[in-house]
């Protein structure tokens, strides 16, 4: 088999790159020491997270003479988002650390006034209006294709700049501002987006690379309506995962979080298994699957984590971002180790996971925020794994419950008031947090935290509702109003959608940055590739399943 060789200094999620490169027939070669790089004929760089992390890493381990050594005689090369970013000279993310300076330009950060940062979902690479031959596709980029993005920083566009230095530039919209998307010239290729998680679009990308199709002849020409730019409606499968009664590891969905059958026993709901019903949600479409481990709580052998081998078998086909939750915190091995939450989350990251989701112990760490007069303290888990990952790859889950009150000065908490009035007729609510599954309603208010978790470090909320989980109701539009005003992180709606229109209606009558589904998935009452067709129909944007 054909190999290329992967550099091995990112911490994050590189088992989907690995994964991608043996779908398409090639073996990975680990560069270990800078001396490795001169045997290489075909080399890729990953990144992910923060420039000044990655580029003072790899500058320290001695890499950027051989890499460009590697450019210059002409090998081919691949960037891959900070892989990208290495190739400017430098970033506002950390303005003392030098990128390779390869090509003129600098790395600035969204801005947040209009729309949520990071930028987290599919947008386009386009190349059709400034490129080549009509017919031609740029390494198989195709105009009317969507790619997996998420950053905080990229390169403003700035039409012809780029290309009067030879280059070759696929672009991308975010709000009003447009950025280089990926970039190509001679040997070189370079993405910002993650073409591993960007389903069949991005395998078509590291496929061209691969086999040194600088140009590639797309089979069909897109129509003019299906390339339109821009950020697409995500939309997210989710899977609750605990082991049933019989021990077997089920997905499972309960009503108001409560997963026991109303008869039969009183058995846990078993829906299916987790690795072929995400494969199954791949195929129907969905942006993103997410696997919570809904049993958390209950301590178990670090090595045995469930999840993690759920992750392993699912990154091998499924080529879409996972989100992996459930008992990220700082444990207690069963031979008494001590095992930081960095270190759980650093397994399922090397297993195939893109994202960590933190629920109990957010609840926590913000209560000692709050209680430490609003000081971070560095040591909770969403401060060390946003450090070293990023802060993209830490998402909060929270599970909170309604809590209806007279007024609002009935309450210290934050109050809204509701279009639906509690059992005594209030019309006020706030919206308490929950640790422990729901189990535990905590003396801190869904705003509080989400507030503390994005000075955290958070990069998105995941944002469920007890009163709506399972109803088939809807989402519930004024806590998803009320948190997107709150916070500038992308949030994305979670509990009660029953229906497609329901994911229609949090679209059009929220900001939301992405709604998830559950019950209505796994009981096969609706595909995801009906939502999205539902989406479609009423003029929301969505990314199209490839083959
Ligand atoms: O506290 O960090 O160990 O994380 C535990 C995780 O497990 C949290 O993310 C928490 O939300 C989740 N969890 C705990 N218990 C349950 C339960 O259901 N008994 N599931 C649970 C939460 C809620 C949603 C659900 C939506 C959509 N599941 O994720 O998928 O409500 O459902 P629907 O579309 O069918 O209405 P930690």
Known sequence: MPTVHLLDYVAGNVRSLVNAIEKLGWTVEWIKTPDDVAKAEKLILPGVGHFGHCLSQFTRAGYTEPILEHIKVGKPFMGICVGLQALFGSSEEDVNVQGFGLIKGKLVKFNDAD???????????????????????????????????????????????????????????????????????????????????????????????????????????????????????????????????????????????????????????????????????????????????????????????????????????????????GGIRDTVDADGTKVSALDVATLYFKSGADKVSIGSDAVTAAEQYYANDSKLSGTTAIETISKAYGNQAVVVSIDPKRVYVAGADATPHHTLQTAFPGPNGEKHCWYQ??????????????????????????????????????????????????????????????????????????????????????????????????????????????????D
């Open 115 to 325: 729309k949520s940062v990071p930028h987290i979902g599919w947008n386009s690479a386009n190349t059709s209006s400034k490129d080549g031959v009509a017919g031609d596709s740029l390494y198989g980029l195709r105009p009317d294709s969507k790619y997996y993005y998420v950053h905080s920083y990229a390169v403003p566009y700035k039409p012809g700049v780029l290309e009067q230095q030879g280059w070759s530039v696929a672009t991308a919209r975010y709000g009003n501002e447009e950025f280089v998307g990926a970039i190509a010239k001679d040997n070189i290729l370079a993405t910002q987006f993650h073409p591993e998680k960007s389903g069949a679009a991005g395998l078509r990308v590291i496929k061209a690379f691969l086999e040194g199709q600088k140009t590639v002849q797309l089979s069909s020409q897109p129509s003019a309506s299906s390339t339109k730019e821009g950020l697409t409606r995500r939309v997210i499968a989710c899977l609750d995962v605990r082991t049933n009664d019989q021990g077997d590891l089920v997905v499972t969905k309960g009503d108001q979080y409560d997963v026991r059958e109303k008869t039969s026993g009183g058995n846990v709901r078993n829906l299916g298994k987790p690795v072929e019903m995400a494969q199954k949600y791949y195929e129907q479409g969905a942006d993103e699957v997410t696997f919570l481990n809904i049993t958390s709580f209950r301590n178990c052998p670090i090595a045995d984590l469930p999840m993690l081998e759920i992750l392993r078998r699912t990154s091998e086909t499924v080529f879409v971002p996972l989100t992996i939750g």
């Open 433 to 546: 947090c929950t640790i422990k599954g729901g189990r535990e309603g905590r003396d801190l208010d869904v705003r509080q935290l989400v507030q503390a978790v994005e000075t955290m470090g958070c990069g998105e909320i995941l944002l469920n509702c007890i009163d709506k989980d399972g109803s088939n109701s809807g989402f519930d539009l004024e806590l998803i109003n009320d948190v997107k005003q709150a916070v500038n992180i992308p949030v994305i709606a979670s509990s009660g959608a029953g229906v497609p229109e329901h994911f229609a209606e949090v679209f059009e009558r929220t900001p939301t940055d992405a709604a998830l589904g559950a019950g209505m998935f796994h009981r096969g009452e609706y595909t995801v590739k009906q939502v999205k067709e539902h989406l479609q129909e009423k003029g929301l944007m969505v990314r199209r399943f490839e």
